[in-house]
């Protein structure tokens, strides 16, 4: 069997990098707009939210959609959990800077009304807000049908931007980080909002409600959790898989611990050929977030959470960079 990969069926993460790169230049210069003044922006773009100076507190802000999981919403006709994705996207991106998200809007553009349609997605956006304690204060419905194109004139595209709140002695750079450090890896609730390009072309659809599971929001627990101990740095385990770790440090990391993989991403393996190394920087792998914290802390993070959140401890950090997986049988560098 060929194999496949991300890129082949049509998501080149690499080249998305690229462009990022290209562009980040350009968006930087706009930063000297707010110098000097309230907003002036704290951070660079790369991670996964940026922050504002407040005064005494900064201001998280960042975005993101569901991606091609919509498709798989439009092919069963289910829409009441695809808009806990949307908010789990970005809360969970929002805590990575320890910051509590306090609000969102969202954007839903469609090819054609459907107020039925829309009722399910407006009850997965409440529920997913109700999940995260955030207030969702407006938004935008746009009827597109020249760009938007789906099944049986039901398509659409969801998307939204969310804000959060962290006193700036709180925030949580990534900086802290050191050689040492234990990696801790919640469990994910399946395959999340990531992957769906390769995984729609592969599974069954008997499988199909299973990657409608929506994403996990970590919110209420990683809060609790920063409040009790001292956390060097955070990581949603989203689109690029594993080396979103070095999105938070130039140290590296090796994962030597990682769970069994979840029967999900087994069958998109067996049914792709798809490599270790490329499913490992594609899903998540049962891993949805990564707290970072001093091994001392990290027992006692284990300790109280383990149990009753499934928590493990999948590695540590180290002074070579890079992201150093070690299998079963197999030793790979991502």
Not at 154 to 171: H, N, P, Q, S
Not at 320 to 327: I, N, P, Q, S
Request: aromatic content about 6%; charged content about 25%; glycine content about 12%.
């Amino acid at each position: 069997m060929e194999k496949m990969t991300y890129s082949t069926a049509g998501v080149n993460i690499d080249r998305e990098e690229q462009a990022i790169e290209g562009i980040t230049r350009l968006l930087e210069k706009t930063f000297r707009f707010r110098n000097g003044r309230i907003g002036a922006v704290m951070g660079g773009i790369g991670s996964f939210a940026n922050l504002i100076d407040l005064g005494d507190y900064a201001l998280g802000m960042c975005t993101d959609g569901v991606g091609s999981k919509v498709l798989v919403a439009q092919e069963l006709g289910i829409y009441d959990t695809i808009g806990i994705d949307l908010v789990a996207m970005n809360v969970n991106d929002l805590i990575c800077l320890g910051a509590e998200p306090i609000a969102m809007v969202d954007y839903l553009a469609t090819e054609k009304i459907n107020p039925e349609t829309i009722k399910g997605i407006m009850h997965g956006i409440y529920e997913g807000a109700k999940q995260a304690e955030v207030a969702v204060v407006g938004g935008e419905l746009a009827t597109l049908p020249d760009i938007i194109n789906g099944i049986n004139n039901r398509g659409f595209d969801l998307a939204g931007t969310a804000i959060g709140i962290v006193r700036k002695d709180k925030i949580i750079t990534g900086e802290k980080i050191t050689s040492g450090d234990v990696v801790l890896g919640f469990k994910s609730s399946g395959i999340h909002s990531n992957g769906l390009t390769l995984a729609r072309k592969v599974l069954s659809k008997s499988m199909w409600m299973e990657i409608l599971t929506p994403t996990k929001i970590y919110v209420k627990t990683v809060l609790e959790l920063i409040n009790k101990f001292k956390v060097h740095g955070m990581v949603n385990i989203t689109g690029g898989g594993f080396r979103n770790l070095s999105r938070v440090t130039d140290h590296g990391f090796i994962l030597d611990k990682l769970p069994e993989k979840p029967t999900i991403f087994r069958n998109i393996q067996e049914q792709t050929n798809t490599s270790n190394a490329e499913m490992y920087k594609t899903f998540n792998m049962g891993i949805g977030f990564c707290v970072i914290t001093s091994k001392a802390e990290g027992e006692k993070i284990k300790a109280e959470y383990g149990g009753k959140t499934d928590l493990r401890e999948i590695g540590r950090v180290v002074d070579d960079k890079g992201v150093e997986l070690r299998l079963k049988n197999e030793d790979i560098l991502l």
